[in-house]
């Protein structure tokens, strides 16, 4: 079955950095649209980043533009999101997702993984 893993959380300094990579398996990688998403503690999950099949279009959330940068890798079945300058408002559990389609709202991804905590101290 279709296994969305992510790894690469952690604790990190404000102004630090971070990469977070995401492995996929059981679904055909490249065909997918893949995206970033996370979720703060009593907030809601709100999107992050996503990248087209070929890694040649990106989008990013205002709030993380400039700093994070997502890109992938289809031979390793893997997205990755590197994230820079990370503030205390940036922690929160990250999550990688898989779709079909461009898209910006989590109800249009397909399949999800089960996170991993970010935390960035001030």
């Known amino acids: 079955q279709v296994q969305l893993v992510e790894s690469g959380g952690g604790l990190v300094q404000a102004g630090g950095s971070l990469r977070l990579s995401c492995a996929a398996s059981?679904?055909?990688?490249?065909?997918?649209?893949m995206g970033w998403f996370r979720q703060a503690p009593g907030k809601e999950r709100e999107f992050v980043s996503r990248i087209s099949r070929g890694g040649g279009n990106t989008q990013y959330a205002d709030t993380v533009k400039g700093r994070f940068t997502i890109s992938r890798d289809n031979a390793k079945n893997t997205v990755y999101l590197q994230m820079g300058s990370l503030q205390p408002d940036d922690t929160a559990v990250y999550s990688c997702?898989?779709?079909?389609?461009?898209?910006?709202?989590?109800?249009?991804?397909?399949?999800w993984g089960q996170g991993t905590q970010v935390t960035v101290s001030s």
């Open positions: 059981g679904l055909p990688f490249s065909s997918y649209i």
């Open positions: 997702a898989a779709g079909t389609r461009i898209a910006t709202n989590a109800g249009d991804y397909d399949y």
